[in-house]
């Protein structure tokens, strides 16, 4: 079994500090330091992975691939953020790459769980009883939490909540009560961004452990790996091609109120997507897209890069499921599948910064533990 040697403890426990820190100076206003950490992060997922010597060829040929884009999208030298973006994406993917890979010790991963715990009380605290509960949009009573956003500030919470919850397992009778009571404080706020994709991907992570615990599942089959990596698109299709073409039928089950309420606003995002369909099939429109998402991971990763990308992208998502569930455990895997749920609406894990966080903050919850035994005992 092929372990990484250079996102090792100590590599991992640095992520960890620059994501813990990174969240507090977002929630607490304090924005000069985030970028600072965040290109330690960048150029230390680069470094180790040049170093680790072993290159999957799907992140080897996705990144041929969004260079291939880039040429044909034709460079712009004063726009680096294009370009920052681009390196942003492969490490997502390198990250998605590697969590299979990454053992860390029980002692590591208990010091990362503890980072976490802190963290969640001083942002239970600071949101019960401090400003944080003040945090909304102009327009809306969406909490954001000082992020760009409701739905990153969603998804920053289920990272954490997954973690909390993960965490949970390694430790005696009073420590589970005190994470899982922590985690299950973190939900109303998670409620309160109402970004309705990462409640669902806490709901879906949830039900996902109580049916794994009752059944005793250790694998599942190919079929909804497979399903879960392209777990987006069949939303897209779904949406797109069943519901709104039948929006009378639909309507009479849920009301056509609640269904534009819910998803009306992906109704013209993603139609655009099938208008400009093979504008974007080979090598996309980064410039067009780069400063957007289309409220759907896959058909953002579409629209910047095109099709070779978003299909290299589900074989990678696809390899990375199949290889956490029988190297490492199958809660990893469901650590994992949970956070790609919010993808079906949002975009967010792999755009920008926030994705880059989203991934690392997952690698401690996706490595395989050593002497846990989480499979054994739990």
Not at 183 to 202: D, E, K, Y
Request: some cysteine; hydrophobic content about 50%; overall charge positive.
């Amino acid at each position: 079994m092929r372990t990484s040697k250079y996102f090792s403890d100590n590599i991992i426990l640095v992520f960890s500090v620059c994501v813990v820190l990174s969240f507090l100076c977002q929630i607490f206003k304090y924005p000069a330091p985030v970028n600072i950490l965040y290109i330690i992060s960048l150029m230390l997922v680069l470094f180790c992975y040049a170093l680790d010597g072993y290159y999957n060829g799907i992140t080897v040929a996705m990144a041929i691939f969004i260079g291939l884009a880039s040429i044909a999208n034709g460079f712009r030298s004063g726009e680096m953020d294009y370009y920052t973006h681009i390196l942003i994406t492969i490490c997502i993917f390198i990250c998605i790459d590697v969590s299979s890979d990454v053992k860390i010790s029980l002692d590591t991963f208990k010091k990362i769980a503890t980072m976490f715990l802190i963290t969640s009380i001083i942002l239970l605290v600071a949101y019960y009883f401090g400003p944080l509960k003040s945090t909304h949009l102009e327009y809306s009573d969406a909490v954001t939490l000082n992020m760009n956003n409701p739905n990153t500030a969603g998804l920053w919470l289920t990272c954490i909540f997954i973690l909390l919850m993960y965490s949970s397992f390694l430790f005696t009778k009073f420590k589970r009560i005190l994470y899982i009571a922590v985690a299950i404080g973190i939900l109303p706020i998670v409620l309160a961004t109402q970004s309705r994709n990462s409640f669902f991907a806490c709901v879906f992570f949830v039900v996902g452990v109580i049916l794994t615990k009752f059944f005793k599942i250790k694998r599942v089959p190919k079929w909804i790996l497979v399903a879960l990596a392209v777990l987006p698109l069949i939303a897209f299709v779904f949406y797109m091609y069943v519901v709104v073409k039948n929006m009378d039928f639909w309507g009479k089950i849920f009301s056509t109120d609640v269904i534009d309420k819910g998803l009306g606003t992906r109704q013209n995002v993603w139609q655009s997507v099938i208008d400009n369909f093979r504008h974007c099939f080979f090598f996309g429109d980064y410039y067009k897209y780069y400063d957007s998402q289309q409220h759907n991971s896959l058909l953002t990763i579409f629209c910047r890069f095109g099709a070779p990308v978003m299909v290299l992208a589900c074989v990678s998502i696809y390899k990375s499921l199949k290889n956490l569930q029988t190297k490492s455990s199958f809660y990893a895997m469901l650590s994992l599948a949970s956070i790609f749920f919010t993808g079906c609406f949002e975009a967010s894990i792999f755009v920008g910064i926030a994705g880059m966080y989203l991934m690392l903050l997952l690698l401690p919850a996706c490595a395989s533990v050593e002497s846990i035994g989480i499979t054994k005992n739990n």
